[in-house]
């Protein structure tokens, strides 16, 4: 928020509690308002003093904002799973999460939210998962597949029992060879 906003929201305030506006209010009202979007800080004013008669300070502003965007970015993917998918390969994690960090910003901020046709979201049914990834680079034994207990690329050994353990014999010569 900039400072001629922070002043039409000082002025707001005074509209409600009769307060005096000066330059140094605006100057330090701005100062803690910087991040908070003016239209949400005039919504927070205006919830503010449909539920109490005390004096509306910066931090109530934040706190309010803070609580209506944490509301409606849990409304995007929260315990329902809404409508919409982010827009990446679940199987690339970092791209999702990002995805999935965008959406929910843009969810909060009460930007439009994409809808992704039903054909895309249909269109990698069918195809073949991959069981192990040849492009996963581990150091030293991990970095290859064990022939003495089957352990993928990345994954540990194993005893008869199932239990993790070193590396096997034939895995780490396996890594020298290569």
Do not use: F
Not at 44 to 67: C, E, L, S
Not at 109 to 135: D, F, H, M, N, S
């Amino acid at each position: 928020m900039n400072r001629s906003e922070t002043a039409l929201l000082l002025a707001l305030c005074a509209s409600y509690d009769r307060r005096t506006v000066g330059e140094a209010d605006v100057r330090a009202w701005q100062l803690v308002l910087a991040d908070v979007d003016h239209q949400q800080a005039e919504a927070a004013v205006v919830a503010h003093y449909g539920d109490t008669r005390d004096w509306i300070m910066p931090a109530d502003i934040k706190r309010r904002v803070a609580a209506h965007r944490a509301d409606a970015a849990r409304d995007i993917q929260g315990p329902g799973q809404a409508a919409e998918v982010p827009d990446a390969d679940p199987d690339n994690i970092p791209a999702y999460l990002a995805a999935l960090r965008t959406q929910r910003t843009r969810g909060a901020e009460g930007g439009a939210l994409k809808q992704r046709p039903v054909l895309a979201l249909l269109a990698g049914v069918g195809q073949p998962v991959p069981t192990e990834l040849a492009a996963v680079r581990r150091p030293g034994a991990l970095g290859v597949r064990c022939d003495t207990c089957k352990a993928a690329i990345g994954r540990p050994c194993k005893t008869p029992s199932q239990k993790p353990r070193a590396p096997h014999s034939a895995r780490r010569t396996a890594v020298r060879a290569a």
